[in-house]
């Protein structure tokens, strides 16, 4: 195209110049130019157009500037989980803290010449400055809070070690997260959480929230602050068995429990009943009829199972798992095999909801059978979702690690797709 005859279609762009030296800094000055968007030929200009930003950075970095208080709230603020930070709003939360702009200024240049970060100021008038962009975020983390550093890292290793040999699902996913270079900006109570919820997860207890919290975070109220970002990295807290109260497991459908007490015949609570972990784990023996055990993750599912709306669950002892099951549904699945009865799963078409399934598989000393967990399944879902970025990274990862694995096409048809389902989707409206 560019050789060929053509009306010039000319579009306005930002070029930076090359970097010149002054003293102990570079700098390099960004301009406006006219450029065709076919042939990409630079638009004559009668004179020089005056540059709208200019960037510096440090050519021989300082000795690091010694702190004040002053400035250790400046290189506080400028930490952030991104890596370039807009200054206009940070400015003005600066000054809302008795720190003015021009000392905040003062001590950004200070960071600058340390070679800590660059800045990038608008021009066109008095100059403005615009952004920073972070080149060393631990040195400005250990100026404002002096140790936490030291502390971060020795908390990374001790998070590593803890979640080494663990082999749960999601431990095993959170250890691939601790070893990735995104931990390595996580702050010391985060990595600490993160390896608490793969211990737990590795151990299968159900806590409530607050137990949890006290038991492994020293607090009952310190997850409260760990939580969003916890489950941004990790999943819902509830499907790894940390709950707002206290374990209960709950059943439907056929089945007679039989445990020290006396005999609890399923129907007779229907659509369903809850029990406590220990009284599950408590059962002597369970009495399966022809449909054996169906396992189900959704609890939207497992209501419609329990009613009578899924034909594959009538006349099977159907069970919760609420998530990543814990000890008590494991001792369902054994009860199971022990009694020859048959074991089919339901869950998500997603990949927490094949690990799920896997997992509640190894348990059984029979072969398992899946429900609606087929990539024809998941073609033919009437409604799904669409995956996150980290969704698809973590199936990739996992169908290197265990091609051979159950139902590792599934998830090879979510990674063609693009897409998960859930059970609700082939619930009857």
């Not at 157009?49 to 002053?70: D, G, H, K, N, W």
């Not at 250990?142 to 998070?159: F, I, V």
């Not at 608490?196 to 310190?222: C, I, P, Q, Y």
């Not at 054996?292 to 709306?309: I, Y």
């Amino acid at each position: 195209m560019n050789g060929e005859a053509h009306v010039c279609r000319w579009k306005e762009r930002l070029v930076w110049s090359g970097w010149t030296r002054l003293g102990a800094l570079e700098e390099r000055l960004a301009r406006r130019i006219s450029s065709c968007e076919i042939c990409g030929r630079t638009r004559q200009a009668r004179k020089i157009r005056p540059a709208m930003l200019r960037e510096a950075r440090a050519a021989v970095p300082e000795s690091p500037p010694f702190a004040s208080t002053a400035g250790r709230v400046v290189a506080g603020a400028l930490v952030q989980d991104r890596e370039t930070v807009p200054m206009k709003g940070l400015l003005s939360d600066l000054a809302r803290r008795g720190i003015p702009a021009s000392l905040a200024e003062e001590w950004v240049e200070r960071f600058l010449r340390a070679g800590w970060l660059t800045a990038i100021w608008r021009l066109g008038g008095p100059p403005e400055l615009a952004s920073v962009s972070l080149l060393r975020p631990g040195a400005l983390r250990e100026l404002a809070r002096p140790g936490e550093e030291g502390r971060r890292h020795e908390a990374l290793r001790e998070a590593r070690e803890r979640v080494s040999a663990l082999s749960h699902p999601k431990a095993v996913e959170i250890s691939a997260l601790l070893i990735g270079p995104e931990a390595e900006t996580f702050p010391a109570p985060l990595l600490q959480a993160l390896a608490a919820l793969a211990v737990h997860a590795e151990s299968g207890e159900v806590l409530a929230e607050r137990v949890f919290s006290a038991r492994h975070l020293g607090g009952s109220k310190a997850l409260v602050g760990l939580r969003g970002r916890l489950e941004r990295l990790a999943g819902p807290l509830a499907e790894i068995g940390i709950r707002e109260g206290a374990s209960v497991t709950l059943l439907g459908g056929d089945g007679l429990l039989r445990a020290p007490g006396g005999e609890i015949e399923l129907r007779a609570f229907a659509p369903f009943l809850g029990l406590a972990r220990e009284a599950v784990e408590n059962l002597r023996e369970i009495g399966f009829s022809a449909g054996g055990l169906f396992a189900v993750e959704s609890l939207a599912a497992f209501e419609a199972c329990c009613r009578g709306e899924v034909e594959a669950a009538r006349g099977a002892l159907i069970a919760w798992s609420a998530g990543y099951p814990g000890r008590a549904f494991r001792r369902l699945v054994e009860l199971a095999g022990r009694a020859g009865a048959p074991l089919r799963i339901w869950a998500d078409l997603d990949l927490d909801g094949v690990r799920i399934a896997r997992l509640i598989a190894s348990w059984s000393t029979a072969e398992a059978s899946f429900h609606r967990m087929s990539p024809e399944d998941l073609k033919a879902a009437p409604r799904h979702h669409e995956l996150t970025a980290r969704s698809l990274a973590g199936i990739r990862r996992d169908l290197e690690e265990r091609p051979g694995a159950p139902l590792a096409d599934t998830l090879q048809a979510m990674l063609d797709l693009g897409r998960w389902a859930e059970p609700e989707a082939f619930l009857a409206r």
